[in-house]
């Protein structure tokens, strides 16, 4: 399950209301660095109900509308497929690796199949 199904729109909010952090933090009795965080974050922090109902009188909005519910998506849930197999895994990392990293050079990957001796029957 995903913990940040609860997502946090104090910076849409300010905007859509055209507030600075200087006048918020002000009319709170905050630090303008308190109010960039708040505003920087999508998870919900945590507030004490003084502060949130602070926000809401200075921003005169309701607590939901600083408040998103975003439901988890339960059918990706176990979707990634893992690799079965060496070379499988191998391939993926040198995917990952390659999207990482757009201007390397491709690499050779080289592997060496061991193949147990049988003995002969007799």
Known sequence: MDTNVIRWKLNEVMARKRI???DLAQDLGITETSIYR???TDEMPRLSPERLNGLC???KCQPGELLE???DDDS???AIAKPT???ELSNQSAEQNDTQHPNRPERTRSFI???PEVPESA
């Open 76 to 78: 990706n849930q176990g």
């Open 85 to 87: 197999t060496l070379l």
């Open 69 to 71: 519910w975003v439901p």
């Open 38 to 40: 708040l505003r920087k």
């Open 20 to 22: 600075r952090n200087k």
């Open 113 to 115: 199949t061991v193949v």
């Open 57 to 59: 009188a200075v921003l």
